[in-house]
């Protein structure tokens, strides 16, 4: 038995957190475990000019959990999109559903026919908990994974960071490149974020900070086609840390992106470049002595 909340989930944002902590409040209350059913899209057929993600669904996943979720499900919207709303609650229900925990306009089943109204007959008729959790604003805006997918385009980190209730972060791979940044003298690790598809932050330098073997490492991290030094046609990820030099070849790294220092440039020469990057390192030093101070 479980008490349920469901939706896409992508980022795990503020507005999706208040309707966890409800759920987990719910179901304390009725003594059953608590369950997020997340729907994932395939958002390419749905949705073509879809901007991606804001997190791979394995990272939304671990999101969940720590949100304090005991059980999540993932569902594929195209296994759901033709049932109709009381039978989709009905199949719930058959699987030991007890309470339903959703956003006031939240829509569901086929051609979205099921909404508040809907689940309002659905409880009395069938008995099961209802709770209906008002919209969460910020600013007179309501939070959403849309509004925050443009501010990370936009490279607006801040108001990203605001909406999610904590920094926006970059999963990846470090791989090995040609090594072009220990050749400046800036060694940089460079990262996969996979082939899920994802939305791209604004092309440029971020200060950034991680996290290894216990040990806060703030670095500054390049958002780019790297237009100077062996050009890219795809968005690449290159991370230099400051007073850090471990290999990190093959780790999974997390990146919190904290500051858009500036957007990518394009230099006529190897001595403009390196003298940016050290323009850089000096402003985010300041930056970050700053932030230490106001922890």
């Known amino acids: 038995m479980f008490v349920a909340c469901i939706g896409t989930f992508d980022g795990v944002h503020l507005g999706h ?6 759920t987990i409040e719910v179901a304390s209350e009725l003594g059953v475990n608590s369950t997020a059913i997340s729907i994932i899209y395939p958002w390419r057929y749905y949705f073509p000019n879809f901007p991606g993600l804001v997190y791979p669904v394995s990272q939304r996943i671990e999101l969940i959990i720590n949100a304090g979720i005991e059980n ?15 039978d989709y609650i009905l199949f719930l229900l058959e699987q030991g559903l007890k309470g339903l925990v959703v956003g006031e306009d ?28 008002p919209k969460l604003e910020y600013q007179g805006k309501r939070i959403s994974s849309s509004w925050i997918r443009g501010a990370i385009a936009r490279g607006d980190i801040k108001l990203a960071n605001k909406l999610l209730g904590e920094p926006y972060t970059i999963y990846g791979r470090v791989y090995r490149d040609k090594r072009l940044g220990s050749k400046l003298g800036y060694p940089t ?10 939305v791209y932050p604004r092309p ?17 991290l390049n958002v780019g086609f790297r237009p100077t030094v062996n050009p890219s046609e795809e968005i690449k990820y290159e991370v230099y840390y400051l007073d850090f030099n ?12 904290l500051e858009y220092l500036r957007p990518e440039l394009k230099f006529n020469t190897i001595d403009e470049l390196t003298t940016a990057i050290a323009r850089d390192e ?7 002595a700053r932030f230490n101070s106001e922890k």
């Open 106 to 133: 939240f829509t569901f089943g086929k051609r979205a026919r099921g909404n508040a109204d809907i689940l309002k007959e659905m409880s009395e008729k069938y008995g099961f908990t209802l709770r209906l959790v």
């Open 246 to 257: 471990e290999n990190l070849y093959d780790n999974i790294i997390e990146m919190e992106l």
């Open 72 to 86: 999540i499900v993932t569902v594929d919207m195209a296994e759901i999109r033709d049932i109709e709303p009381e």
């Open 189 to 198: 690790a460079n990262v996969s974020r996979g082939n899920d598809k994802l």
């Open 17 to 22: 957190r208040k309707i966890m902590a409800e």
């Open 204 to 220: 440029g330098v971020y200060i950034v900070r991680s996290v290894f073997d216990g040990r806060e490492v703030f670095g500054l």
């Open 282 to 288: 000096k402003i985010a030093r300041n930056w970050i």
